[in-house]
């Protein structure tokens, strides 16, 4: 799984992580900010023992991943690019689409745009639009989403080094032993063209005159349900996107009430933002058994 392999998808060469047998049915895994591929290391050899062929590409921007020409960082194009994947790795109507933090963002919306590619869905620590719109104002919230408002601004690309990234990881997983992800994702993050791509991922997201055409389609889908249902997770300590705002005492209300009939939430106790890591005992069983039914 530590070879990193590259594949020719939507316009982008997508550096990757595989693990487990080329023609099973392909799971296919989605990491966030700041983060890469890695964040998978122990779901994928799970998801392979099940007969998964799991893959996890580097996001668009994020090295050895492709810097994309037309510098579209909207959730749509990132659909677009899941979907894409499936098909360069010739996935079918089995195949089942993961996603973190930015990596959910993308799985709701390449599920919603194209529901014959998926079976089912992961998503994790990054709720719905619609009920994460509902909470995100709030003071507290606001606080810990400062870094959002900061990326807008011509200091963020001086920001954006490793101690900033260290210090996000000890605020929104704490307690967590961060060093090798935070390595990992400086050398995603090695060159001034990937450090504006993280960064404009999150200016996209709040000036919609960034968006590209090419990807309409896909980025009307991620305001919408969809239909594949989802298994959503949060860390009870989620330092970034706070428990108590989103889903206060546990109640997932609100989030389900945004997503796909048949869909289920679960808090996981003792995780922060990178649940995946924190707690992977728990979280890959409760994937695993979700994939399952």
């Keep these: 799984m530590d070879v990193v392999r590259s594949v020719k998808a939507n316009g982008l060469e997508f550096g990757y992580l595989e693990a487990g047998p080329a023609d099973g049915p392909l ?6 900010f700041p983060d890469s591929a890695y964040t998978w290391r122990h779901l994928m050899p799970e998801l392979a023992a099940a007969g998964y062929h799991a893959v996890a590409p580097f ?3 994020y090295a050895p991943t492709g810097v994309p020409e037309d510098g579209a960082y909207q959730v749509g194009a990132l659909a677009s690019d899941a979907n894409a994947l499936h ?19 993308t799985t709701y919306g390449a599920a919603a745009a194209e529901p014959r590619r998926w079976r089912k869905a992961v998503t994790m620590a990054l709720p ?14 606001l606080k810990r989403s400062f870094y959002i408002y900061l990326f807008q601004t011509q200091l963020a690309e001086m920001a954006l080094n490793a ?61 919408t349900k969809g239909e594949r249902p989802v298994l959503y997770l949060h860390g009870a300590a989620d330092g970034c996107l706070g428990a108590d705002t989103f889903v206060p ?17 679960e808090l996981v106790a003792d995780a922060g933002h990178f649940l995946q890591l924190e707690r992977p005992d728990e979280v890959d069983r409760l994937v695993l058994e979700w994939l399952a039914t």
């Design 163 to 223: 101690t900033f990234v260290e210090g996000l990881w000890r605020d929104w997983s704490p307690g967590y032993d961060a060093a090798e992800d935070v390595a990992h994702v400086m050398n995603s993050l090695g060159t001034p063209a990937n450090i504006g791509a993280a960064i404009g991922y999150y200016r996209a997201m709040l000036d919609p005159s960034r968006h590209v055409e090419r990807y309409a389609i896909e980025q009307a889908a991620t305001a």
């Design 27 to 32: 799971a296919l895994c989605l990491h966030g």
């Design 87 to 105: 098909e360069a790795f010739g996935g079918g109507s089995d195949a089942v689409i993961i996603g973190h933090d930015w990596g959910a963002a």
């Design 59 to 61: 996001m668009r921007g």
């Design 128 to 141: 719905p639009i619609n009920s994460l719109m509902a909470g995100f104002f709030t003071y507290e919230q």
């Design 249 to 265: 005492g546990g109640d997932f209300t609100g989030v389900l009430g945004e997503l796909p009939d048949g869909s289920r939430a």
